[in-house]
């Protein structure tokens, strides 16, 4: 095969990726969102440079999923407390019964089987769920009063529920600056493709010359940059919720 159809291949592989990494999950992230459904599988298969979450540079769509099924769990076993403390269980069993294997707050389950402070183990759960933070200040007020946990809870968790619907709307928009930043990462592989197609022999340039490795090294960096910026855009609408 020749140097001439070999850029060819190339390039149209190139422009391939460039195709999935700018339309891949992105779109059907937000057409879920808009449906009201949580995205198919097939939807997560691709794994992004930039997370929009956090600011950190690492596997964006797996970490939000994970984050997503974290905050799944929590709700559903808020749910289930606020069910089994209106079915008349003492709070402590209740919370025990309610937590999930492994369980979803695993300080206050440790804290009930040693007799210890509830509400604190709840704190403690609250660094990695903070909605568990709310449930702590519940239970600390129903253990003063006396009554009330089973409304407040229930409470709690629609409240998680509607904040999850909201979450899942606003991931849908944030589809749109991730996908810039996908664009931003592929565009220069795009470019290359594109000169090998034409003749040209851009990786021996960028390579071989002094002007060509700094050009190399400045528009990697500038590209990096651009994509983590566009993320942290992202993240900070997203915090703000």
């Given at each position: 095969?020749?140097?001439?159809?070999?850029?060819?291949?190339l390039?149209?592989?190139l422009?391939?990726?460039?195709?999935?990494?700018?339309?891949?999950?992105?779109a059907?992230?937000?057409?879920?969102?808009?449906?009201?459904?949580?995205?198919?599988p097939?939807?997560?298969?691709?794994?992004?440079?930039?997370v929009?979450?956090?600011g950190?540079?690492?596997?964006?769509?797996?970490?939000?999923?994970?984050r997503?099924?974290?905050?799944?769990?929590?709700i559903?076993?808020?749910?289930?407390?606020?069910?089994?403390?209106?079915?008349?269980?003492?709070?402590?069993?209740?919370?025990f019964?309610?937590?999930?294997?492994?369980?979803?707050?695993?300080?206050?389950?440790?804290?009930v089987?040693m007799?210890?402070?509830?509400a604190?183990?709840?704190?403690?759960?609250?660094r990695r769920?903070?909605?568990?933070?709310?449930?702590a200040a519940?239970?600390?007020?129903?253990?003063?009063?006396?009554?009330g946990?089973?409304?407040s809870?229930?409470q709690?968790?629609?409240?998680?529920?509607?904040?999850e619907?909201?979450?899942?709307?606003?991931?849908?928009?944030?589809?749109?600056?991730?996908?810039?930043a996908r664009?931003?990462t592929?565009?220069?592989?795009?470019?290359?493709?594109?000169?090998?197609?034409?003749g040209?022999d851009?990786?021996?340039?960028?390579?071989?010359?002094?002007?060509?490795?700094?050009?190399l090294?400045?528009?990697?960096l500038?590209?990096v940059?651009?994509?983590?910026w566009?993320?942290?855009?992202?993240?900070?609408?997203?915090?703000?919720?």
């Amino acid at each position: 095969m020749s140097g001439r159809a070999i850029a060819a291949v190339l390039a149209v592989v190139l422009a391939a990726l460039a195709a999935r990494l700018a339309t891949g999950p992105a779109a059907e992230i937000r057409l879920a969102a808009l449906a009201g459904r949580r995205p198919t599988p097939a939807a997560g298969r691709m794994r992004a440079v930039v997370v929009a979450a956090g600011g950190r540079v690492g596997f964006g769509p797996s970490s939000r999923r994970r984050r997503a099924r974290e905050r799944g769990r929590t709700i559903e076993a808020l749910g289930a407390l606020a069910a089994e403390l209106s079915s008349g269980l003492p709070p402590t069993v209740a919370l025990f019964r309610a937590a999930g294997d492994p369980p979803v707050w695993p300080s206050a389950a440790a804290a009930v089987r040693m007799g210890g402070d509830v509400a604190d183990g709840l704190r403690a759960d609250a660094r990695r769920r903070p909605v568990l933070g709310q449930l702590a200040a519940c239970w600390q007020v129903a253990a003063q009063t006396g009554s009330g946990l089973a409304v407040s809870v229930e409470q709690l968790a629609r409240s998680a529920r509607r904040a999850e619907q909201v979450r899942g709307e606003l991931e849908g928009q944030l589809s749109a600056p991730r996908a810039t930043a996908r664009v931003l990462t592929a565009l220069p592989l795009v470019g290359i493709g594109f000169g090998m197609l034409l003749g040209a022999d851009p990786v021996g340039w960028l390579v071989g010359s002094a002007v060509g490795r700094l050009c190399l090294g400045a528009g990697a960096l500038l590209t990096v940059a651009g994509a983590v910026w566009t993320g942290r855009i992202a993240a900070r609408v997203e915090r703000m919720l």
